[in-house]
């Protein structure tokens, strides 16, 4: 039996589609820390994990798109409407056969993410995988089967938006994670600064 998904089978994807509205609505993933924005940071840790990366976004387009990767932006009448409507850009631009989507607003970001998510994924033969960490599941942390698509598309359409609601609609696998820090998110300033010196894992 596999114990691990290659990765050139995942498509790596940064959620930088929010309004930022704990920050005043501003662009999270461009907010800078440690000398880049917060989305590069991302990405920088996630481009190794995987085969390809993409982002997804919902403004400064033409600001995202100098950084050489494909932006998504969440479709109408979609767009702004949280996580899960940056899932579905993904999957649908996804050509791999898994994708893994981590917030812009994650730094911090665990360096064998995908590899420990595969193999939960496999190990359970699910069909979505999670991190948990310090007890607490980290739903924007989401490996998952990209022919879920039109599941997803379905659930949105419908009225859908809660990432634990459309989950729990298919078999997932829970894997643990040590170190809680990996799945800090900035919300405010003041987690800005408090994550400028935090120790990376």
């Avoid at 085969?51 to 403004?59: C, D, I």
């Avoid at 387009?61 to 932006?71: D, I, K, N, Q, S």
């Avoid at 970001?109 to 359970?124: K, M, N, Q, T």
Wanted: proline share 6%.
């Amino acid at each position: 039996m596999l114990h691990a998904i290659a990765a050139a089978d995942i498509t790596g994807l940064v959620l930088a589609g929010g309004r930022g509205s704990r920050m005043g609505g501003i662009d999270k993933g461009l907010q800078p820390w440690r000398g880049l924005p917060l989305a590069q940071q991302v990405l920088l840790r996630l481009r190794p994990q995987v085969g390809r990366v993409m982002l997804n976004a919902n403004r400064n387009l033409e600001v995202y798109r100098t950084w050489g990767l494909p932006v998504m932006t969440d479709s109408q009448p979609l767009d702004f409407s949280g996580p899960l409507a940056g899932f579905l850009a993904g999957l649908d631009a996804c050509t791999t056969p898994y994708l893994l989507t981590a917030p812009c607003d994650s730094p911090l970001l665990a360096p064998d993410l995908a590899e420990r998510l595969g193999a939960g994924l496999l190990g359970a033969q699910a069909r979505i995988a999670m991190p948990r960490a310090a007890g607490r599941l980290q739903p924007a942390f989401c490996l998952m089967d990209a022919t879920l698509r039109d599941d997803l598309r379905v659930f949105l359409q419908s009225g859908g938006s809660k990432i634990d609601l459309w989950t729990a609609r298919h078999s997932m696998a829970i894997v643990d994670f040590d170190d809680a820090h990996a799945f800090e998110n900035i919300n405010t300033q003041d987690d800005l600064q408090r994550l400028e010196s935090a120790e990376s894992p």
